[in-house]
């Protein structure tokens, strides 16, 4: 297949250099000096350093170079931008089957992205999907094996590019549940920032596994809500990528826990980081759903006190372990 890969940040980059094992990938950036310096480097300096890019890899900031003659597009940039990108897709009349890899909900509304390609792409929904799993971008780069899970609500579709992308050492698993898929990814950063201001603080391995598992509840019982099948949330796009973000240390919103947990400030902590740390943006539209549907979420809320409220990480996670108690259903 010849495939655009449209966002060239870890995640995008890491695709790159794994799908163009197989097939012919064009990467995006809308950044023209990004492009150029990972031209003339074979290394994206900014976002993945230490892995070269392969020689194949065709690197552009044109849109339209990016997308010609190709198979298929694969949208892997943050969630604030997917609308932005699809609009410019559609501007240059280019109608091609997507996939995306966003997580989190769009700001504004508290849209998935699906509702976000529903509006801006929707005439042929039926060839679109999410692709989605516990996946660190370095672990990708590096040849690692991996499993992913990819949603389509056509189910040939989702057959036809699970089967192209597929390879032994990034496995992909195909399901009709794109709700459950895009929550499972969106949710589990707001549980991830939690357990690290847990492991921060240094309530040990009790208080996380802890975490962990009330934190799976908040995503199914919201994923639940939303329309997402029970399934979804007890495979690789729920538990799988939950456990992976709260326990890994390549991950960025564990990263971010963390940092709050020793007294820096969110400012500061971006700053640092200098990625996107998707818990950060998502935690207000995730409480914001819960109210809408009467659905407790009290992880969310102790994330979203501490994020946007003043309150320190030591307080909010103490008030949380000593909620009510109550049946473990609840």
Not at 180 to 202: F, L, P, Q, R
Not at 254 to 268: F, N, P, Q, S, W
Request: charged content about 20%; some cysteine.
């Amino acid at each position: 297949m010849k495939i655009a890969i449209l966002g060239a940040g870890a995640w995008g980059s890491a695709l790159a250099i794994s799908f163009s094992i197989r097939h012919q990938i064009n990467l995006w950036t809308k950044d023209p000096d990004h492009a150029v310096d990972m031209g003339n480097r074979r290394i994206n300096q900014a976002f993945l350093p230490g892995y070269s890019l392969p020689a194949s890899l065709k690197i552009t900031s044109q849109l339209i170079e990016a997308l010609e003659g190709v198979d298929l597009a694969l949208i892997v940039v943050p969630i604030a931008g997917l609308r932005e990108t699809l609009r410019a897709i559609v501007s240059n009349n280019i109608r091609i089957p997507i996939i995306w890899g966003c997580k989190g909900f769009e700001t504004e509304t508290a849209y998935l992205p699906h509702q976000i390609v529903e509006e801006e792409y929707g005439d042929i929904l039926s060839y679109c999907g999410v692709l989605s799993g516990p996946s660190f971008a370095e672990e990708v780069a590096q040849g690692l094996p991996t499993a992913l899970t990819f949603a389509s609500s056509n189910p040939e579709f989702s057959s036809r590019v699970s089967a192209e992308l597929h390879s032994s050492i990034l496995r992909i698993y195909t399901s009709q549940d794109i709700i459950g898929v895009e929550t499972g990814g969106a949710i589990k950063n707001v549980i991830t920032i939690a357990v690290g201001i847990s492991d921060g603080i240094g309530f040990g391995y009790n208080a996380r596994a802890a975490l962990i598992t009330r934190g799976l509840m908040e995503i199914t019982r919201l994923g639940l809500g939303l329309g997402g099948k029970m399934e979804t949330f007890m495979g690789l796009a729920g538990v799988g990528d939950l456990i992976l973000t709260s326990t890994g240390d390549l991950s960025r919103n564990r990263k971010v826990g963390l940092m709050l947990a020793a007294g820096k400030t969110l400012h500061d902590i971006l700053n640092e980081l200098g990625h996107v740390a998707e818990g950060v943006h998502t935690a207000r539209s995730v409480l914001k759903l819960g109210k809408k549907l009467n659905i407790e979420m009290p992880i969310t809320q102790a994330v979203c006190s501490i994020l946007h409220e003043g309150v320190s990480a030591r307080s909010a996670v103490e008030v949380l372990l000593n909620r009510e108690q109550k049946s473990e259903i609840y």
